[in-house]
């Protein structure tokens, strides 16, 4: 055997078995991460309120202002109240808002008071999540934007 062909089957096998020991090492993590799965619950509706949707967009029709909604489930770490997942859990709707709707939106950390016309013309700058609490006509009476960090 001539000198370069000795350092291809060396360099050969150097490789094979770092590939082998990659894999034995990738395989020691998932089983360990499988071991210690992530403690999920699902998340609380603030009291009053009895869904969670993701905010799409608001329109006026004919006076009333509609929003665009998602509704969606919810659930977070418990180690990690800021890691939270959300999930459609229907079709998109437009939902019209109560006479009298409370409407709440964050500013900086502070939850702030605006009317469901508000929404119309202005972008959230926190999160398109929501808490939401409807009428026995599907309207909306309280919409709470929920902050996350």
């Known amino acids: 055997m001539n000198h370069r062909h000795v350092s291809a089957v060396v360099a050969l096998a150097c490789a094979t078995a770092l590939l082998g020991a990659a894999s034995t090492t990738a395989s020691a993590g998932t089983a360990a991460r499988a071991t210690r799965a992530t403690p999920w619950q699902p998340c609380r509706l603030p009291s009053g309120y009895q869904h969670f949707v993701e905010f799409h967009s608001a329109k006026n ?52 008071k605006v009317t469901p016309k508000w929404l119309v013309t202005h972008r959230l700058a926190n999160s398109p999540y929501f808490h939401a609490h409807l009428d026995a006509q599907h309207r909306i009476t309280a919409l709470a934007e929920i902050y996350h960090p």
């Open 61 to 112: 029709v004919h006076g009333t202002t509609v929003v665009r909604v998602t509704p969606e489930t919810c659930k977070v770490n418990k180690d990690n109240d800021e890691d939270v997942i959300y999930t459609p859990s229907g079709a998109p709707r437009s939902l019209p808002f109560a006479p009298g709707a409370l409407v709440k939106v964050v500013r900086d950390t502070a939850s702030v």
